[in-house]
Nanobody
Framework: QVLIVESGGGVVQAGGSLRLSCVAD????????MAWYRQAPGKQRELVAR???????NYADSVKGRFTISRDNAKNTVYLQMNSLKPEDTAVYYC?????????????WGKGTPVTVSS
């Protein structure tokens, strides 16, 4: 069962912008904080931004002032607007609950959407 689908990634020059979208199954979207994570080559997956059902937000220090997370509860969709992108933002970006949802006793992750920022 596909529970999460991320989209919107691509290749962009440094200083450019991208808007990521995530459509999640209603069973995991409702009443849960949602978050964007990313995993760069050779690094651990890290939390980038999170948003509660009441639209309270938190951001990693590395993206504050540049990224904005939002959600549309009626559409079960989470967005990540990324501005002033830097090469160090290059990673596969994943959408999930915070903490990540369990499915068959394992953390569930979608395919993610890759973002490449060139210098």
């Amino acid at each position: 069962q596909v529970l999460i689908v991320e989209s919107g990634g691509g290749v962009v020059q440094a200083g450019g912008s991208l808007r990521l979208s995530c459509v999640a199954d209603g069973s995991i979207f409702s009443h849960n904080p949602m978050a964007w994570y990313r995993q760069a080559p050779g690094k651990q997956r890290e939390l980038v931004a999170r948003i509660t059902s009441y639209r309270s937000t938190n951001y990693a220090d590395s993206v504050k002032g540049r990224f904005t997370i939002s959600r549309d509860n009626a559409k079960n969709t989470v967005y990540l607007q990324m501005n002033s992108l830097k090469p160090e933002d290059t990673a596969v970006y994943y959408c999930n609950t915070d903490p990540p949802v369990l499915y068959n006793n394992k953390n569930y992750w979608g395919k993610g959407t890759p973002v490449t920022v060139s210098s």
